[in-house]
Nanobody, 113 residues
Framework: QVQFVESGGGSVQPGGSLRLTCAGS????????MTWQSQPPGTAREWVAT???????FYNNSVKGRFTVSRDDGKNTMYLQMNSLKPKSTAMYYC???????WGPGTQITVSS
């Protein structure tokens, strides 16, 4: 059974940093196309970043240069390092396996002064 558990969210001031973690189970994360998605309050989910099996990464222009996606194959875990956070980054963040309809509980990021 494919499952994801996101963690690492919290409250931070503008310009701060957080690292999100996505722990996968029921599948091998390293051979899948994995994405991070965010859902700001009152809006639809939107794509943030993609990590391909070969290690290629792709980012939404709004986060390019500030966010970095990576993984630890030994831990079957993916990360999202978020730097220079802005108030508009406030959202629930989710990880997802491409082609899966399963969603984890997400983790909340709040950026405010």
């Amino acid at each position: 059974q494919v499952q994801f558990v996101e963690s690492g969210g919290g409250s931070v001031q503008p310009g701060g940093s957080l690292r999100l973690t996505c722990a996968g189970s029921g599948f091998q994360l390293s051979v899948e196309i994995m994405t991070w998605q965010s859902q700001p309050p009152g809006t639809a989910r939107e794509w943030v970043a993609t990590l391909a099996p070969g290690g290629a990464t792709f980012y939404n222009n709004s986060v390019k240069g500030r966010f970095t996606v990576s993984r630890d194959d030994g831990k079957n875990t993916m990360y999202l390092q978020m730097n220079s956070l802005k108030p508009k980054s406030t959202a629930m963040y989710y990880c997802k396996k491409n082609g899966s309809t399963t969603w984890g509980p997400g983790t909340q990021i709040t950026v405010s002064s």
